[in-house]
């Protein structure tokens, strides 16, 4: 099994064109206006010609309205919906694509509460506790995730290339999500640290 990779929180085409020439999986798009990482709807129209045949857009939303969601996914019909907030089951489900719930966890119990809670998502997102929406860009305890469904994983929280392959190595995710550890600044991305997190998550599945 490889690991997919997952860039978050672009803003600009150029960094979407090197992401995706470097082989990432999948790229997010904020439409949280209170996000560093924010993109508008008409910036979104944007961006998507841009996108190729085969990496997987993915728009995250923090308790939207439904007409937000509706609108997004006129522009990238095909994209994966990612919850941040307080989002019930019901609501995530009610627009027919794939998606996934962004968790935070204070123990391994936590993880299978959450996983029954939302077993109608296609993952779960699994990242630091954090007083913000939308991700914390902190490491937490890996050794909390032992007990989860690993095939239903992307551990997210403070990723960058030092640390992605013990990471791997700890958790066994299905895939990995990253934003502020490939970041010149919020919303800016690197190119270099871009191609050494994919090195880095390449040599962990190798070994």
């Known amino acids: 099994m490889r690991t997919r990779v997952k860039f978050c929180g672009f803003c600009n085409v150029e960094d979407l064109i090197q992401a995706q020439m470097l082989g990432v999986d999948a790229v997010g798009f904020v439409l ?10 008409e910036q979104l129209q944007k961006l998507a010609r841009y996108l190729t045949t085969f990496v997987t857009p993915v728009l995250l939303f923090v308790n939207p309205n439904k007409d937000l969601v509706i609108d997004a996914l006129r522009i990238l019909p095909n994209a994966t919906l990612q919850f941040h907030g307080n989002e019930p089951v019901a609501f995530c489900s009610s627009f027919s694509r794939p998606w996934i719930k962004a968790v935070s966890i204070q123990n391994s119990e936590e993880l299978l509460l959450k996983e029954k809670q939302y077993c109608d998502a ?4 699994v990242d630091a506790p954090s007083s ?8 937490f305890d890996w050794n909390l995730i032992q007990q989860g469904n690993k095939s239903r ?5 403070g990723l960058s290339a ?17 934003s502020s550890g490939i970041e010149i600044d919020p919303g800016k991305k690197d190119f270099e640290k871009m191609k050494r997190f994919l090195q880095q998550v390449r040599l962990a599945d190798q070994k």
């Open 32 to 41: 949280y206006e209170q996000s560093k990482r924010f993109v508008s709807v």
């Open 122 to 125: 296609q993952a779960l997102l």
């Open 132 to 139: 913000q929406w939308g991700g914390s860009g902190k490491i």
């Open 153 to 157: 994983i992307i551990l997210a929280g």
């Open 162 to 178: 030092d640390n992605v392959a013990q990471a791997i190595r700890v958790v066994k995710p299905c895939a990995v999500d990253v």
